[in-house]
Nanobody, 126 residues
Framework: QVQLVESGGGFVQPGGSLRLSCTIS????????IGWFRQAPGKEREGLSC????????DYADSVKSRFTISRDTAKASVYLQMNSLKPEDTAKYYC???????????????????WGQGTQVTVSS
């Protein structure tokens, strides 16, 4: 079973940047898609970006497409989310998730992913 551990969250001022990491262990190679999500208090979990392990293709939510970049380092079994121009409304707990059967293209949701990390908190405030 795959395990995912997020890191890199923290406190940042508006306009700042953070890079989140998702380190994967277990049956890594069989997992097809890795996604990043976030959830703010009282809100639904929101899909941000997804990367397909088979071909490295990526997909983004429109709300973050111009500011966030997903990438991977297969040697380190890690997926990253570079977040730039952060805003207070980006404050949330950020999660990575994995699924062996999903190919991210177009609509994908939290319920499409089987395995989840514990999350890392991002707080954007002056």
């Amino acid at each position: 079973q795959v395990q995912l551990v997020e890191s890199g969250g923290g406190f940042v001022q508006p306009g700042g940047s953070l890079r989140l990491s998702c380190t994967i262990s277990g049956s890594t190679l069989e997992y097809h898609a890795i996604g990043w999500f976030r959830q703010a208090p009282g809100k639904e979990r929101e899909g941000l970006s997804c990367i397909n392990s088979s071909d490295g293709s990526t997909d983004y939510a429109d709300s973050v497409k111009s500011r966030f970049t997903i990438s991977r380092d297969t040697a380190k079994a890690s997926v990253y989310l570079q977040m730039n121009s952060l805003k207070p409304e980006d404050t949330a707990k950020y999660y990575c998730a994995a699924d062996p059967d999903l190919y991210c293209s177009g609509t994908w949701r939290a319920t499409d992913f089987r395995s989840w990390g514990q999350g890392t908190q991002v707080t954007v405030s002056s």
